[in-house]
């Protein structure tokens, strides 16, 4: 299935920087950035300010270079002010090295350099990258689960990891003994592990979809939500972000659908014959009381997604019936 035509497309590499000795120069100049950006800032936002005293809120947030409080490091630059050579970027001379996990594709526009709460700096290189096209026309609906966390008609599963939990012993260990240290890379380790496995589903995903659609919000999850720890361990916007621009690079298509009664519509003959609410979350598979098929959970209600995904977007599908 074609893209639309054909705005350029970005895509940003971001790679940890390597070593102390640039972090040094790097925080020196994100702290001139922050001085600049002020001023700038300032400059612009006088008449704004204006205002803001007329309503008795004079002060605003300025990006802060020291103390607890203070902005984490940015510093812009262009293709101009860098130039990126293996695992070294070339900015203004300095050689700052990265650990370059993968390559760069696509051609260098812009970037900045960032630091995270921990402290560490990351080169992030955004490139244009030319759309590519698929005659790919399988179709396959995502189910935003409890259970697994992700799961695609096809079979295609993304495990309710456990990346919090495996973590959480350690975690609370690290709190109680009030390391800071500890507790900023332990949650950074879960972040990291989070978005890894989200990235592989979701390039799993589109490299074998012409068309790729997931429902706009989990029913399952909102009905669960006092579980607070299955919130830690999902990360439906994330997933859904990836889906969205792999998929517009790829030339694949992407809709969000709306999911509500795609758990309790059966996806043969539409009748409203599935598990609802809280008691309806424990139900894994249930016979249709309109057409007899037996439906297992997730996939029943992914396939409604990739059906009413393909009415959404008026493609040939599975199926063909509004709910
Ligand atoms: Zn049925």
């Known amino acids: 299935m074609a893209g639309t ?5 970005y895509l940003t590499f971001s790679f940890r920087v390597k070593g102390a000795t640039s972090g040094k120069h790097l925080v020196a100049l994100g702290n001139a950035t922050n001085t600049v950006w002020n001023y700038v800032i300032q400059e612009i936002i006088d008449e704004f300010l204006t205002k803001r005293k007329e309503v008795g809120r004079p002060r605003l947030r300025w990006r802060v270079s020291r103390g607890p409080r203070r902005s984490l490091g940015w510093v812009p630059f ?70 697994t966390a992700a799961k695609s008609a096809d079979g295609l599963e993304l495990p309710q990891a456990r990346f919090y939990r495996d973590l959480e012993d350690k975690l609370a260990e690290a709190q109680r003994r009030d390391r800071k240290r500890q507790v900023q890379t332990i949650h950074a380790k879960i972040a990291n592990r989070r978005k890894d496995a989200l990235h592989k589903f979701s390039r799993a995903v589109v490299n074998r979809s012409g068309a790729v659609f997931v429902g706009n919000i989990s029913s399952t999850w909102q009905i669960a939500s006092g579980a607070a720890k299955a919130t830690h361990d999902v990360s ?64 029943n209600a992914a396939l409604n997604i990739a059906r009413l995904g393909c009415e959404t977007l008026g493609l040939k599908g599975p199926g063909s019936r509004v709910l």
């Open 5 to 9: 035509e054909q705005e350029p497309a």
């Open 78 to 147: 262009t293709n101009q002010d860098v130039e990126i050579s293996g695992s070294i970027a070339l900015f203004r001379g300095r050689k700052i090295r990265l650990w370059k996990h993968r390559e760069i594709e696509g051609r260098f526009k812009s970037g900045n350099f960032s630091q995270d709460a921990r402290g560490c700096w990351y080169c992030n290189i955004v490139c244009e990258i030319e759309r590519q096209t698929t005659n790919r026309t399988h179709v396959v609906g995502i189910d935003l689960g409890h259970k």
């Open 236 to 299: 439906w916007a994330m997933l859904r972000n990836f889906l969205k621009y792999k998929s517009d690079h790829a030339g694949v298509a992407f809709a969000q659908v709306n999911e509500a009664f795609t758990t309790q519509a059966c996806s043969e003959c539409f009748a409203l014959s599935g598990p609802q609410g809280r008691e309806g979350l424990a139900v894994r598979q249930w016979v249709c009381s309109d057409c007899g098929a037996v439906q297992a959970r997730d996939r």
